[in-house]
């Protein structure tokens, strides 16, 4: 099987669930982001696995086509930059994230991009 539909399988769904959870449910979501904001050693160790997950992508898929396998290298990259500010900035994770919180759209508009991305992954992953 092809790297590039591979991790369109396997990312397409966990963006797809996670979308929905967003647009379903966005106060519960917003509750669980708060109380992971209050946490810097929960910061960190997301940033461990985030960063680490970001390495295995950009290790197995650095495709720079212009076309749908470019949204995989460019999850990988931002998994791997995000993931080491979290493990170096704590404080400003915190504080970045409280101010995301405080626009009543930013949960909405970030569960439609996700909705909408993980959509075409599953579709280049499972049907193309």
């Known amino acids: 099987m092809n790297t590039s539909v591979f991790l369109a399988q396997l990312m397409g769904p966990v963006m797809l669930v996670a979308a929905i959870g967003l647009l379903v449910n966005p106060e519960a979501q917003r509750d669980m982001a708060r109380q992971f904001l209050d946490s810097p050693p929960l910061i960190y160790v997301t940033g461990f696995i985030v960063m680490t997950a970001g390495l295995a992508v950009v290790l197995n898929h650095n495709v720079w086509a212009l076309d749908w396998r470019l949204i995989i290298t460019l999850f990988g990259w931002m998994a791997v930059i995000g993931g080491a500010i ?14 995301m919180l405080d626009k009543p759209g930013a949960a909405t508009i970030g569960g439609v991009v996700w909705l909408i991305i993980g959509a075409v992954l599953c579709y280049f992953g499972y049907f193309a």
């Not at 979290?86 to 404080?91: G, H, N, P, V």
Request: net charge positive; with cysteine; glycine share 8%.
């Open 86 to 99: 979290r493990m170096l900035c704590f404080s400003a994770v915190k504080k970045i994230g409280y101010a």
